[in-house]
């Protein structure tokens, strides 16, 4: 079964903190590919970053940067210097075969 | 390039009644999923149509179906409206389909909140 497990419910941090939000996810299935999605207050789910299961090398965009293990099965996100404009809802998902299975998700605050 | 539209942004119905939302993709688009997002079961998916067919369907009761036009346009259909159906409908568009094995990065639009009292 797929599965993908976001433990933090809820998150806040002080401006110019960094923060990570952590995924887990389970599969079978040995070709499969991870998502983040920002969702801010206005609903809609803003795509960032998309990793194949064969490509676990690191990625840096701006302040955000994310770890992919899959010895752990994790897909860990982190937010360097948070601002507030990072107060969001993110949601890890998992795509293999078929469909997508979406973590229940972190909300993030960040406080000025 | 506009993004992924979606009509009604809200939404109030009662018990019983039926509901149609409509997700206009982003252009060049051709497929189209549906998801429920509760603050209970997080998102969930309803959906998914490709080329006016139906690919892929998650594990929903038969009151909510949909269908998709030869514009890429889809609409999706709840009957018999329940209290547990009020929620947050998301629309993603794609370039091509995401279900048999085809992985494509999905966009998705605001959602419509539907309330059902």
């Known amino acids: 079964a797929q599965k993908v497990t976001q433990a933090q419910t809820e998150i806040s941090v002080v401006e110019k903190e960094d923060v990570t939000l952590d995924c887990v996810y389970e599969?079978?299935?040995?070709?499969?590919?991870l998502f983040w999605y920002k969702q801010p207050p206005s609903g809609e789910l803003v795509f960032l970053i998309r990793?194949?299961?064969?490509?676990?090398q690191n990625e840096i965009s701006g302040r955000y940067s994310w770890n992919f293990q899959k010895s752990t099965s994790s897909f860990n996100f982190t937010i360097t210097a948070s601002q507030v404009v990072d107060s969001a809802v993110y949601f890890c998902?998992?795509?293999?075969?078929?469909?997508?299975?979406f973590g229940t998700g972190t909300s993030l605050t960040v406080i000025p | 390039k506009a993004g992924v539209t979606q009509t009604p942004r809200y939404l109030i119905k009662t018990r019983g009644q039926q509901v149609t939302l409509s997700c206009s993709p982003i252009?060049?688009?051709?497929?189209v999923s549906w998801y429920q997002q509760t603050p209970g079961q997080g998102l969930q998916f309803l959906f998914e149509?490709?080329?006016?067919?139906?690919?892929n369907k998650g594990n929903f009761p038969g009151r909510f179906s949909g269908r998709q036009f030869s514009n890429s346009r889809s609409e999706m259909n709840v009957s018999t409206l329940e209290l547990g159906d009020s929620a947050l409908y998301l629309c993603?568009?794609?370039?091509?389909?995401?279900?048999?094995?085809?992985?494509?990065?999905?966009?998705f639009g605001p959602g419509t909140r539907l309330l059902v009292l």
């Open positions: 252009s060049g688009h051709r497929s």
């Open positions: 149509y490709f080329s006016e067919t139906q690919r």
């Open positions: 993603a568009s794609s370039r091509t389909r995401t279900s048999g094995g085809y992985q494509e990065t999905q966009y």
């Open positions: 990793r194949n299961s064969f490509d676990e």
């Open positions: 998902a998992l795509y293999t075969g078929n469909q997508f299975y």
């Open positions: 599969t079978r299935d040995t070709t499969y590919y």
